[in-house]
């Protein structure tokens, strides 16, 4: 059972979209849901779809190494991001938050779709 605990708990860790839920969920003791819908910013969510339409149509491996790069670029500023709400002292970072790990979503599901082209 321990074994189980620490190989689940290590999974967690090792995840940052899955990490930052968990530190939200404990620091604040509040669930957040993985289906939990937040309103984001119409510039980010044009900018997920531009991202998803160039990966459906690119055949370049050039092309999809860049994009790549960039999204992993996207995912590193989210978590600094996350990591400067979560140190935060203020407490009112939540919302701030839970957008915040709403698009390091989008960013991870653009990283299994392009893990899938490559």
């Known amino acids: 059972a321990w074994s189980s605990w620490i190989n689940r708990a290590h999974e967690t860790l090792k995840n940052p979209l899955q990490r930052a839920i968990y530190l939200i969920n404990y620091r604040d003791k509040m669930e ?19 991202i998803r339409e160039e990966l459906s149509m690119c055949r370049d491996p050039a092309e999809l190494s860049r994009i790549k790069r960039e999204n992993d670029e996207r995912i590193r500023d ?9 140190d935060g ?5 939540v ?22 082209q490559e």
Not at 78 to 86: A, Q, T, V, W
């Open 32 to 50: 957040i849901g993985s289906d939990e819908q937040i309103q984001n910013d119409l510039h980010d969510i044009s900018l997920v779809l531009e």
């Open 95 to 116: 919302n701030e938050a839970k957008k915040c790990i709403n698009m390091l979503r989008y960013w991870m599901s653009i990283d299994g779709q392009i893990r899938e």
């Open 78 to 86: 989210c978590c600094g991001e996350l990591e400067r709400i979560l």
């Open 89 to 93: 002292d203020d407490g009112g970072g």
